[in-house]
């Protein structure tokens, strides 16, 4: 049990230390994760429905585990490099292509959920 317990520590140890590198090296993942916790507080200034928030949830952490996957990919392709391939650069548009539809579609999909929070914020102010 202890040996498995060690395993673990040292496996988690390493997704830390690749969540890490993205902070630090990655421009897009900083930007990605703030816009992820300007969302979670808007889940808790708004009080959303459960279900609106798990689904939010599961928006962000599509974006960012895309944009990770990006990065990886990214990086196997740079290894390449020394015999670029002509597919070489389609690999890293198409990457790029499969975060920013990601990011997209999450947009919207906030923009759908807090709309009648907003709404409702609005006109209560204006009532004022």
């Given amino acids: 049990m202890n040996e498995e317990l060690r395993r673990f520590k040292k496996s988690l140890r390493h997704a830390l230390d690749g969540i890490k590198y993205a902070i630090v090296h990655e421009k897009n993942f900083r930007i990605e994760l703030l816009f992820a916790f ?4 808007l889940v ?3 009080k959303v429905k459960n279900w609106e928030a798990v689904i939010l949830l599961l928006m962000i952490m599509w974006v960012l585990i895309s944009e990770l ?3 990886v990919l990214e990086r196997v392709v740079d290894i390449l490099k020394p ?3 002509p597919y070489a650069r389609l690999i890293k548009d198409l990457m790029a292509a499969v975060v920013l539809i990601s990011a997209v579609v999450s947009v919207i999909v906030g923009i759908i959920i807090f ?5 409702e914020l609005i006109v209560t102010i204006s009532l004022y």
């Fill in 44 to 46: 808790f200034v708004f």
């Fill in 69 to 71: 996957t990006n990065t």
């Fill in 115 to 119: 709309y009648p929070y907003f709404k």
């Fill in 38 to 41: 300007l969302v979670l507080g």
């Fill in 83 to 85: 015999r670029i391939h």
